[in-house]
């Protein structure tokens, strides 16, 4: 089975920069994302954020039914399904617009999460799973992936007490170790487009890690540019 090729975000189509987080439940995000958007736009970039499963319309309708406890019968491979659908149509509506017009897009989850959740979660083979995704996404690949690690005992009690655990969260902690551990492979397969942290550390601290290897990654490209001009 060919996969398609992974085509980093930059390379070809003289756009904007692709950056996705990543990391099991409670790792901290949906904290850390706007702060990145928020020290890019303060520099003059144009930053749109965004999120997965769930955005857009369809987006939405897709989320209420991967995450909804109640659908104790939705099989592994419809899930898996699901979630390349829901890629698909935000690769198609939402990022590949925004890089095409030179923008910065953060986007909180992509391709590893299908990786970790419906391969190494659910126990689909690895590489039906990234073909799937390949083929929704065209093969995008984000620029750089950050990946925010905390061992799953951590991130499930960060989490517990907030909303009601939805259809993932709900799953045994074997499972989240599986989804912690298949990130962690999957970083360590392409070190030069992830960064990975330790998601115990500080908020302020994480965030000036992050800003500080954007910097490094938007510095690689300026060049890069400069020498196709
Ligand atoms: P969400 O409420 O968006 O929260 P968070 O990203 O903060 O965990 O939950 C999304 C859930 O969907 C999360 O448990 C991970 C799961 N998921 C998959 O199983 N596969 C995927 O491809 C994606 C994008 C998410």
Redesign the pocket.
């Known amino acids: 089975m060919t996969v398609p090729a992974a085509v980093p975000g930059h390379e070809g189509s003289g756009r904007g920069l692709f950056v996705a987080f990543e990391g099991g439940?409670g790792c901290g995000?949906?904290t850390q994302v706007p702060l990145l958007a928020d020290w890019l736009r303060h520099r003059g970039h144009q930053v749109l954020t965004t999120?997965?499963?769930?955005e857009g319309v369809l987006g939405r309708a897709i989320?209420s039914i991967?995450?909804d406890r109640a659908n104790t019968d939705l099989s592994d491979r419809a899930?898996a399904l699901l979630?390349a659908a829901?890629?698909a149509q935000h690769v198609a509506m939402t990022i590949g617009p925004a890089l095409s017009a030179g923008q910065i897009v953060i986007t909180?989850?992509?391709?590893d999460?299908?990786i970790?959740?419906?391969s190494a979660?659910r126990g689909q083979p690895a590489e039906e799973i990234g073909y799937l995704s390949g083929w929704a996404t065209q093969g995008l690949v984000a620029d750089l992936t950050v990946l925010l690690d905390v061992p799953v005992e951590v991130g499930l009690a960060r989490i517990r007490g907030r909303a009601a655990a939805?259809r993932?969260?709900a799953e045994s902690q074997v499972f989240h170790e599986r989804v912690r551990q298949s990130f962690l492979a999957l970083a360590a397969e392409a070190p030069a487009r992830y960064l990975v942290l330790d998601a115990r550390a500080e908020t302020e601290a994480l965030a000036a890690r992050i800003a500080h290897r954007i910097d490094t990654v938007l510095g690689v490209e300026r060049v890069h540019s400069g020498e196709r001009s």
Do not use: I, M, N, W
């Open positions: 439940e995000k949906s999120f997965e499963p769930g989320r991967v995450l899930e979630y829901d890629r909180d989850r992509y391709v999460s299908s970790a959740y419906q979660g939805d993932l969260e």
